[in-house]
Protein backbone atom coordinates (compact mmCIF):
# COMPACT_ATOMS: atom_id res chain seq x y z
CA UNK A 1 0.00 0.00 0.00
CA UNK A 2 1.08 3.44 -0.85
CA UNK A 3 1.94 6.65 1.49
CA UNK A 4 -1.37 7.79 -0.03
CA UNK A 5 -3.69 5.27 0.39
CA UNK A 6 -2.43 4.07 3.57
CA UNK A 7 -2.95 7.97 5.08
CA UNK A 8 -6.13 8.06 3.37
CA UNK A 9 -7.40 5.01 4.86
CA UNK A 10 -6.23 6.39 8.34
CA UNK A 11 -8.22 9.31 7.90
CA UNK A 12 -10.94 7.59 5.90
CA UNK A 13 -11.48 5.41 9.50
CA UNK A 14 -11.14 8.86 11.14
CA UNK A 15 -13.66 10.03 9.75
CA UNK A 16 -16.49 7.37 10.43
CA UNK A 17 -15.47 7.55 13.86
CA UNK A 18 -15.98 10.88 14.91
CA UNK A 19 -19.90 10.33 13.64
CA UNK A 20 -19.97 7.79 16.28
CA UNK A 21 -18.04 9.83 18.99
CA UNK A 22 -19.90 12.68 18.53
CA UNK A 23 -23.07 11.15 18.97
CA UNK A 24 -21.88 9.32 22.06
CA UNK A 25 -23.15 10.21 25.16
CA UNK A 26 -20.98 11.96 27.28
CA UNK A 27 -20.88 9.39 30.12
CA UNK A 28 -19.39 7.06 27.74
CA UNK A 29 -16.42 9.79 26.76
CA UNK A 30 -16.03 10.46 30.15
CA UNK A 31 -15.58 6.46 30.90
CA UNK A 32 -12.88 6.31 28.33
CA UNK A 33 -10.96 9.08 29.57
CA UNK A 34 -11.25 7.40 32.73
CA UNK A 35 -10.29 3.98 32.12
CA UNK A 36 -7.29 5.93 30.29
CA UNK A 37 -6.28 7.15 33.88
CA UNK A 38 -6.43 3.69 35.27
CA UNK A 39 -4.44 2.13 32.64
CA UNK A 40 -1.83 4.69 33.06
CA UNK A 41 -0.94 3.77 36.03
CA UNK A 42 -1.38 0.18 35.86
CA UNK A 43 0.70 -0.47 32.63
CA UNK A 44 3.56 2.00 34.14
CA UNK A 45 5.83 0.19 33.91
CA UNK A 46 4.93 -0.57 30.12
CA UNK A 47 5.34 3.12 29.29
CA UNK A 48 8.51 3.52 31.03
CA UNK A 49 10.04 0.77 29.41
CA UNK A 50 8.77 1.72 25.87
CA UNK A 51 10.05 5.32 26.51
CA UNK A 52 13.38 4.16 27.37
CA UNK A 53 13.70 2.95 23.76
CA UNK A 54 13.19 6.03 22.70
CA UNK A 55 15.75 8.02 25.30
CA UNK A 56 18.41 5.09 24.42
CA UNK A 57 18.42 5.95 20.82
CA UNK A 58 17.67 9.78 21.06
CA UNK A 59 21.01 9.49 22.64
CA UNK A 60 22.91 7.16 20.30
CA UNK A 61 21.71 10.07 17.61
CA UNK A 62 22.99 13.11 19.79
CA UNK A 63 19.59 14.53 20.16
CA UNK A 64 20.21 18.19 22.24
CA UNK A 65 19.21 18.30 25.92
CA UNK A 66 16.21 20.62 25.67
CA UNK A 67 14.18 17.93 23.19
CA UNK A 68 15.55 14.93 25.54
CA UNK A 69 14.13 16.62 28.81
CA UNK A 70 10.88 16.32 25.99
CA UNK A 71 10.94 13.04 25.04
CA UNK A 72 11.51 11.76 28.75
CA UNK A 73 8.51 10.08 30.40
CA UNK A 74 9.41 10.89 34.43
CA UNK A 75 6.98 9.33 36.95
CA UNK A 76 6.15 12.90 38.31
CA UNK A 77 4.85 13.34 33.73
CA UNK A 78 2.88 10.35 34.20
CA UNK A 79 1.19 11.36 37.11
CA UNK A 80 0.06 14.48 35.58
CA UNK A 81 -0.89 13.02 32.47
CA UNK A 82 -3.23 10.88 35.13
CA UNK A 83 -4.14 13.83 36.76
CA UNK A 84 -5.36 15.61 33.72
CA UNK A 85 -7.48 13.07 32.72
CA UNK A 86 -9.42 13.01 35.89
CA UNK A 87 -9.79 16.82 35.63
CA UNK A 88 -10.87 16.85 32.25
CA UNK A 89 -13.27 13.69 32.70
CA UNK A 90 -15.07 15.98 35.58
CA UNK A 91 -15.37 19.22 33.47
CA UNK A 92 -18.79 19.65 32.40
CA UNK A 93 -19.51 18.47 28.94
CA UNK A 94 -18.74 21.14 26.27
CA UNK A 95 -21.45 19.43 23.24
CA UNK A 96 -24.34 19.81 22.74
CA UNK A 97 -25.23 22.41 25.00
CA UNK A 98 -27.66 25.59 23.42
CA UNK A 99 -26.39 28.82 24.20
CA UNK A 100 -28.15 32.98 23.90
CA UNK A 101 -31.49 31.14 23.00
CA UNK A 102 -33.28 34.48 21.96
CA UNK A 103 -37.06 34.76 20.43
CA UNK A 104 -37.29 36.71 17.09
CA UNK A 105 -39.87 39.12 16.28
CA UNK A 106 -41.97 36.39 14.61
CA UNK A 107 -41.97 34.14 17.51
CA UNK A 108 -39.41 32.23 16.45
CA UNK A 109 -36.39 30.87 18.73
CA UNK A 110 -32.65 31.22 17.65
CA UNK A 111 -29.92 29.60 19.61
CA UNK A 112 -26.05 28.08 18.84
CA UNK A 113 -25.63 24.55 19.77
CA UNK A 114 -22.16 23.30 20.39
CA UNK A 115 -20.57 20.87 18.62
CA UNK A 116 -17.34 19.17 18.06
CA UNK A 117 -14.73 20.48 15.26
CA UNK A 118 -14.91 16.83 13.55
CA UNK A 119 -11.36 15.43 12.80
CA UNK A 120 -8.50 16.38 14.07
CA UNK A 121 -4.79 16.25 13.02
CA UNK A 122 -2.34 16.85 15.66
CA UNK A 123 1.43 16.75 14.34
CA UNK A 124 4.00 17.30 17.41
CA UNK A 125 7.50 16.66 18.21
CA UNK A 126 9.25 15.23 21.23
CA UNK A 127 6.56 15.16 23.73
CA UNK A 128 5.25 11.85 23.93
CA UNK A 129 3.04 12.96 26.91
CA UNK A 130 0.59 15.12 24.35
CA UNK A 131 -0.71 11.85 22.81
CA UNK A 132 -2.90 11.78 25.86
CA UNK A 133 -3.19 14.85 26.28
CA UNK A 134 -4.82 15.67 22.57
CA UNK A 135 -6.63 12.36 22.64
CA UNK A 136 -8.32 13.08 25.89
CA UNK A 137 -9.21 16.90 24.77
CA UNK A 138 -10.73 15.75 21.76
CA UNK A 139 -12.33 12.76 22.95
CA UNK A 140 -14.15 15.40 25.50
CA UNK A 141 -15.10 17.27 22.46
CA UNK A 142 -16.80 14.40 20.98
CA UNK A 143 -14.20 14.62 18.26
CA UNK A 144 -11.24 11.90 16.56
CA UNK A 145 -7.74 12.60 16.24
CA UNK A 146 -4.67 11.52 14.59
CA UNK A 147 -1.60 12.20 16.44
CA UNK A 148 1.90 12.19 14.13
CA UNK A 149 4.15 12.29 16.42
CA UNK A 150 8.08 12.87 16.06
CA UNK A 151 10.23 10.09 14.98
CA UNK A 152 12.26 10.22 18.36
CA UNK A 153 9.17 9.40 20.16
CA UNK A 154 7.60 6.16 18.09
CA UNK A 155 7.58 3.41 20.66
CA UNK A 156 6.31 5.65 23.42
CA UNK A 157 3.48 7.33 21.23
CA UNK A 158 2.56 3.81 20.34
CA UNK A 159 2.64 2.15 23.62
CA UNK A 160 -0.11 5.11 24.75
CA UNK A 161 -2.06 5.14 21.66
CA UNK A 162 -2.59 1.57 22.63
CA UNK A 163 -4.12 2.22 25.93
CA UNK A 164 -5.65 4.89 24.00
CA UNK A 165 -7.58 2.62 22.11
CA UNK A 166 -7.84 -0.35 24.88
CA UNK A 167 -9.58 2.57 27.13
CA UNK A 168 -12.19 2.97 24.00
CA UNK A 169 -12.92 -0.40 23.36
CA UNK A 170 -13.72 -0.81 26.96
CA UNK A 171 -16.47 2.65 26.57
CA UNK A 172 -17.73 0.81 23.52
CA UNK A 173 -16.60 3.48 21.67
CA UNK A 174 -14.87 3.12 17.98
CA UNK A 175 -11.06 2.25 18.58
CA UNK A 176 -10.54 4.84 15.39
CA UNK A 177 -11.05 7.56 17.10
CA UNK A 178 -7.57 7.97 18.01
CA UNK A 179 -4.69 6.59 15.61
CA UNK A 180 -1.39 6.89 16.27
CA UNK A 181 0.76 7.50 12.57
CA UNK A 182 2.84 4.19 12.12
CA UNK A 183 4.84 5.63 9.49
CA UNK A 184 7.23 8.11 10.84
CA UNK A 185 8.68 9.07 7.12
CA UNK A 186 7.57 13.09 6.72
CA UNK A 187 5.64 12.11 3.49
CA UNK A 188 2.94 10.20 5.77
CA UNK A 189 2.50 13.42 6.78
CA UNK A 190 2.78 15.86 3.58
CA UNK A 191 -0.15 12.97 2.36
CA UNK A 192 -2.70 13.67 5.26
CA UNK A 193 -2.18 17.62 4.98
CA UNK A 194 -3.83 16.82 1.20
CA UNK A 195 -6.83 15.14 2.74
CA UNK A 196 -9.11 18.32 4.12
CA UNK A 197 -12.55 16.01 2.49
CA UNK A 198 -11.48 13.82 5.95
CA UNK A 199 -9.55 15.85 8.40
CA UNK A 200 -11.61 19.51 9.59
CA UNK A 201 -7.88 20.54 11.39
CA UNK A 202 -4.57 20.25 12.11
CA UNK A 203 -2.64 21.61 15.19
CA UNK A 204 1.06 21.92 15.06
CA UNK A 205 3.11 21.68 17.92
CA UNK A 206 6.72 22.02 17.91
CA UNK A 207 9.15 24.52 16.15
CA UNK A 208 9.05 27.42 14.23
CA UNK A 209 10.10 25.26 11.30
CA UNK A 210 7.51 22.52 11.47
CA UNK A 211 4.81 24.81 12.22
CA UNK A 212 5.66 26.28 9.12
CA UNK A 213 6.61 23.44 7.11
CA UNK A 214 2.50 22.51 7.89
CA UNK A 215 1.00 25.87 6.93
CA UNK A 216 2.61 25.75 3.41
CA UNK A 217 1.19 22.17 2.94
CA UNK A 218 -2.39 21.85 4.46
CA UNK A 219 -5.51 22.41 2.51
CA UNK A 220 -7.47 22.49 6.17
CA UNK A 221 -7.40 24.78 8.39
CA UNK A 222 -4.36 25.48 11.15
CA UNK A 223 -3.81 26.29 14.70
CA UNK A 224 -0.78 27.24 15.21
CA UNK A 225 2.23 29.48 17.18
CA UNK A 226 5.29 29.54 15.79
CA UNK A 227 7.42 30.92 18.88
CA UNK A 228 6.93 31.94 22.61
CA UNK A 229 9.30 34.89 23.26
CA UNK A 230 7.54 36.08 26.38
CA UNK A 231 8.31 39.05 28.14
CA UNK A 232 8.55 40.78 31.76
CA UNK A 233 8.03 44.01 32.34
CA UNK A 234 9.72 45.37 35.66
CA UNK A 235 7.67 48.42 36.61
CA UNK A 236 9.05 51.06 39.01
CA UNK A 237 6.64 50.50 41.41
CA UNK A 238 6.83 46.68 42.09
CA UNK A 239 7.90 44.36 45.21
CA UNK A 240 11.44 43.54 44.52
CA UNK A 241 11.41 40.67 46.20
CA UNK A 242 8.37 38.86 45.41
CA UNK A 243 9.57 40.38 41.41
CA UNK A 244 12.64 38.04 41.91
CA UNK A 245 11.28 34.98 42.56
CA UNK A 246 8.67 35.03 39.71
CA UNK A 247 11.14 36.41 36.82
CA UNK A 248 13.58 33.24 38.63
CA UNK A 249 10.73 30.89 38.15
CA UNK A 250 9.59 31.97 34.53
CA UNK A 251 12.83 31.45 33.47
CA UNK A 252 14.72 28.50 35.28
CA UNK A 253 12.04 26.21 36.43
CA UNK A 254 11.81 24.60 32.64
CA UNK A 255 13.67 26.85 30.39
CA UNK A 256 13.09 24.38 27.21
CA UNK A 257 9.10 25.71 27.69
CA UNK A 258 7.52 27.51 24.71
CA UNK A 259 6.02 29.80 28.26
CA UNK A 260 9.43 30.44 29.57
CA UNK A 261 10.61 33.97 29.87
CA UNK A 262 12.97 35.09 27.04
CA UNK A 263 13.40 39.26 27.59
CA UNK A 264 13.12 40.66 30.69
CA UNK A 265 12.05 45.22 30.47
CA UNK A 266 13.39 46.83 33.25
CA UNK A 267 12.19 50.38 34.33
CA UNK A 268 15.03 52.67 34.68
CA UNK A 269 13.68 53.71 37.95
CA UNK A 270 14.23 50.41 40.09
CA UNK A 271 16.83 49.01 38.24
CA UNK A 272 19.60 50.15 39.91
CA UNK A 273 17.72 48.56 43.12
CA UNK A 274 17.17 45.56 41.60
CA UNK A 275 19.02 44.11 38.41
CA UNK A 276 22.53 43.55 40.62
CA UNK A 277 20.85 40.92 43.06
CA UNK A 278 18.91 39.74 40.22
CA UNK A 279 21.78 38.91 38.14
CA UNK A 280 23.44 37.21 41.61
CA UNK A 281 20.23 35.08 41.52
CA UNK A 282 20.28 34.22 37.87
CA UNK A 283 23.68 33.73 37.82
CA UNK A 284 23.86 30.69 40.63
CA UNK A 285 21.02 29.19 37.98
CA UNK A 286 23.57 29.15 35.26
CA UNK A 287 21.37 31.84 33.41
CA UNK A 288 23.22 33.75 30.83
CA UNK A 289 21.89 37.42 30.75
CA UNK A 290 22.13 39.02 27.34
CA UNK A 291 22.19 42.69 28.11
CA UNK A 292 21.57 46.42 26.67
CA UNK A 293 24.20 48.71 27.17
CA UNK A 294 22.04 50.56 30.51
CA UNK A 295 21.74 46.94 31.63
CA UNK A 296 25.13 45.23 31.09
CA UNK A 297 26.79 47.20 34.49
CA UNK A 298 24.28 45.98 36.70
CA UNK A 299 24.22 42.43 36.02
CA UNK A 300 27.47 41.17 36.89
CA UNK A 301 29.82 38.78 35.31
CA UNK A 302 27.86 36.41 34.09
CA UNK A 303 26.21 38.99 31.68
CA UNK A 304 27.48 39.84 27.72
CA UNK A 305 26.10 42.34 25.81
CA UNK A 306 23.26 41.88 23.49
CA UNK A 307 23.42 42.10 19.55
CA UNK A 308 20.81 43.32 17.59
CA UNK A 309 19.69 39.77 16.66
CA UNK A 310 19.14 38.63 20.06
CA UNK A 311 15.86 40.58 20.69
CA UNK A 312 12.69 38.59 19.78
CA UNK A 313 14.74 35.43 20.11
CA UNK A 314 13.13 32.11 21.48
CA UNK A 315 16.10 30.57 22.71
CA UNK A 316 14.65 27.90 25.11
CA UNK A 317 17.60 27.64 27.22
CA UNK A 318 19.10 28.97 29.79
CA UNK A 319 19.66 32.59 28.36
CA UNK A 320 17.98 35.96 29.24
CA UNK A 321 18.14 39.35 27.31
CA UNK A 322 17.78 41.73 30.00
CA UNK A 323 17.00 45.62 28.56
CA UNK A 324 16.66 49.20 30.79
CA UNK A 325 13.99 51.35 29.56
CA UNK A 326 12.48 54.68 30.26
CA UNK A 327 8.67 53.79 30.93
CA UNK A 328 5.60 51.93 30.08
CA UNK A 329 5.21 53.32 26.49
CA UNK A 330 9.04 51.81 25.76
CA UNK A 331 8.11 48.61 27.28
CA UNK A 332 5.32 48.22 25.35
CA UNK A 333 6.73 49.25 21.86
CA UNK A 334 9.51 46.75 22.65
CA UNK A 335 6.87 43.80 23.02
CA UNK A 336 4.77 44.87 20.30
CA UNK A 337 7.86 44.57 18.21
CA UNK A 338 9.47 41.75 19.14
CA UNK A 339 6.66 39.28 20.97
CA UNK A 340 5.22 36.60 19.41
CA UNK A 341 1.42 36.72 21.13
CA UNK A 342 2.19 34.12 23.71
CA UNK A 343 3.01 35.21 27.30
CA UNK A 344 3.28 38.67 28.51
CA UNK A 345 3.37 39.64 32.45
CA UNK A 346 4.12 43.35 34.47
CA UNK A 347 4.98 43.08 37.92
CA UNK A 348 3.42 46.36 39.77
CA UNK A 349 2.35 47.48 42.11
CA UNK A 350 0.02 50.04 40.51
CA UNK A 351 -3.51 49.30 39.63
CA UNK A 352 -3.47 51.65 36.65
CA UNK A 353 -0.29 50.12 35.13
CA UNK A 354 -1.57 46.93 35.23
CA UNK A 355 -5.09 47.32 34.06
CA UNK A 356 -3.63 49.33 30.72
CA UNK A 357 -0.88 46.72 30.29
CA UNK A 358 -4.01 43.81 30.12
CA UNK A 359 -5.86 46.13 28.00
CA UNK A 360 -3.11 47.35 25.38
CA UNK A 361 -0.88 44.10 25.44
CA UNK A 362 -1.71 41.51 22.54
CA UNK A 363 -0.67 38.08 23.80
CA UNK A 364 -2.74 35.05 23.95
CA UNK A 365 -1.93 35.48 28.14
CA UNK A 366 -1.56 38.62 29.77
CA UNK A 367 -1.02 38.66 33.48
CA UNK A 368 0.14 40.67 36.45
CA UNK A 369 2.37 39.76 39.30
CA UNK A 370 2.70 36.13 38.15
CA UNK A 371 5.18 33.92 36.55
CA UNK A 372 4.74 33.37 32.66
CA UNK A 373 4.84 29.73 33.18
CA UNK A 374 0.67 29.82 34.14
CA UNK A 375 0.52 30.17 30.58
CA UNK A 376 -0.68 26.48 30.39
CA UNK A 377 -4.14 24.66 29.84
CA UNK A 378 -3.73 22.92 33.33
CA UNK A 379 -2.89 25.92 35.15
CA UNK A 380 -5.52 28.04 33.40
CA UNK A 381 -8.45 25.41 34.65
CA UNK A 382 -8.28 23.51 31.32
CA UNK A 383 -7.48 20.23 32.90
CA UNK A 384 -4.76 19.69 29.94
CA UNK A 385 -4.26 21.65 26.84
CA UNK A 386 -3.88 20.35 23.21
CA UNK A 387 -1.74 22.94 22.19
CA UNK A 388 -1.47 27.09 22.78
CA UNK A 389 -2.67 29.20 19.81
CA UNK A 390 -1.16 32.72 19.18
CA UNK A 391 -3.51 33.36 16.22
CA UNK A 392 -6.71 34.54 17.00
CA UNK A 393 -9.06 32.13 14.95
CA UNK A 394 -10.95 30.49 16.09
CA UNK A 395 -9.43 30.14 19.62
CA UNK A 396 -6.75 32.12 21.44
CA UNK A 397 -4.08 30.71 24.18
CA UNK A 398 -4.75 26.90 25.49
CA UNK A 399 -7.05 25.23 24.15
CA UNK A 400 -9.06 22.58 26.29
CA UNK A 401 -12.28 21.15 25.17
CA UNK A 402 -14.10 24.04 24.66
CA UNK A 403 -12.09 25.12 22.49
CA UNK A 404 -11.71 21.97 20.39
CA UNK A 405 -15.58 22.77 19.56
CA UNK A 406 -17.83 25.09 17.28
CA UNK A 407 -21.10 26.23 17.08
CA UNK A 408 -24.20 25.84 14.49
CA UNK A 409 -27.20 28.02 14.62
CA UNK A 410 -30.75 25.86 16.15
CA UNK A 411 -33.80 27.37 14.80
CA UNK A 412 -37.00 26.23 16.97
CA UNK A 413 -40.36 27.28 15.34
CA UNK A 414 -43.86 27.10 14.95
CA UNK A 415 -44.51 25.81 11.12
CA UNK A 416 -43.07 29.17 10.09
CA UNK A 417 -42.55 30.64 6.39
CA UNK A 418 -40.49 33.37 5.24
CA UNK A 419 -42.83 36.55 4.07
Aim: aromatic share 4%; net charge negative.
Amino acid sequence: MSYSEAMKSVAGKAKEASRKVSCADGTARNSAILELAALLEQEKEFIFAENKKDLDAAKERGLDQARMQRLEITPSVLDYMIQGCNEVAGQVDPVGGIENMERRPNGMMVGKMRIPLGVIMMIFESRPNVTVDAAVLCLKAGNSVILRGGSEAIHSNLALASLLQKALGKAGLPAEAVQVVEITDREAVSELLKLDEYIDVVIPRGGEGLIRAVVSQATMPVLKHYKGVCHIYVDKDCEIPEAMDIIKNSKVQKPAACNSVECLLVHEDIAKDILPSLGTLLAASGVTMKACPRAMPLLGAKAVAAEFDDWGMEYLDLILCVKVVSDQDEAQDHIARYGSNHSEVILTRDHARAMRFIREVDASMVGVNASTRFNDGGQLGLGAEIGISTSKLHSYGPMGATELTSTKFVLLGNWDVRN
